[in-house]
């Protein structure tokens, strides 16, 4: 099974600025015949189901304020909030879908 | 707009099964895959396993498979997902969720929409 993990654990950040998560696969999830990267974000809030962010590492799902970002590719990915937002305190977790099982990173919980 | 609506609330027996119905409206069922993830309290997210409609042919973790069985109805839009054998550790919400395909029955990619969720508790 393909491991993920996921950095910091938790993070506090100021509204207006900038928070990075990191994701990392225990081995690559690029497939090169279509060159994507095999990897989904979801943010979820308590009491609610996931919602997807990002999909094929960098596509915005429609509907997705602009302010999150998707980056990386192989094994190391980052989800990138530009200007953090009071409804953006969630739990956020990176997901891969290169092979089964889908496994999803443990989570990192956003906080102000 | 795409809608996912999930069977209520189950207490359950150890040893016992449960099946969890999915409803879709809003869209192709057919053009997607649906999935199953579950949520043990305050921990994270864990797929079960996958269905897309058209082939009716399931994939499962193996660390479920024999325990869990997920079908489609397409003349109803309806998934369903059954766990056998139940233990304790089997108390979690469980989310269906649409799952983005390819064309072939081996292609399944992120999930799209979501369950509302439906709490099975496990308990003796």
């Known amino acids: 099974d393909i491991v993920m993990t996921q950095s910091p654990d938790s993070l506090a950040v100021s509204l207006g600025e900038r928070a990075t998560i990191n994701c990392k696969s225990s081995?690559?999830?690029?497939?090169?015949?279509?060159?994507?990267?095999?990897l989904a974000w979801y943010q979820q809030k308590p009491g609610q189901p996931p919602k997807l962010l990002i999909y094929?590492?960098?596509t915005r799902e429609s509907g997705v304020p602009d302010r999150f970002s998707g980056s990386g590719s192989g094994t190391d990915f980052t989800l990138t909030i530009s200007s953090l937002q009071a409804e953006d305190v969630a739990l956020y977790y990176c997901?891969?879908?290169?092979?089964?099982?889908?496994?999803f990173g443990p989570g990192t919980k956003v906080d102000i | 707009q795409v809608q996912l609506v999930q069977s209520g609330a189950e207490v359950k027996k150890p040893g016992s099964s449960v099946r969890v119905s999915c409803k879709a409206s809003?869209?192709?069922?057919?053009?997607?895959?649906i999935s199953w993830v579950r949520q043990a309290p305050g921990q994270g997210l864990e797929w079960m396993g996958g269905?897309?409609?058209?082939?009716?042919?399931?994939s499962y973790a193996q660390k479920l498979q024999g325990r869990v069985t997920i079908t489609a109805d397409e003349s109803t839009s309806t998934a369903y997902m059954e766990l056998s054998s139940l233990r304790s550790e089997d108390t979690a919400v469980y989310y269906c969720?649409?799952?983005?395909?390819?064309?072939?029955?081996?292609?399944?990619?992120?999930?799209?929409?979501w369950g509302q969720g439906t709490l099975v508790t496990v308990s003796s």
């Open positions: 081995q690559s999830v690029f497939y090169s015949p279509n060159n994507k990267n095999y």
């Open positions: 969720a649409r799952t983005v395909r390819g064309l072939s029955a081996a292609s399944l990619y992120y999930f799209d929409y």
């Open positions: 997901q891969q879908y290169y092979s089964r099982p889908f496994t």
């Open positions: 094929w590492a960098s």
């Open positions: 269905v897309i409609p058209i082939f009716g042919t399931p």
């Open positions: 809003g869209g192709t069922f057919n053009s997607y895959a």
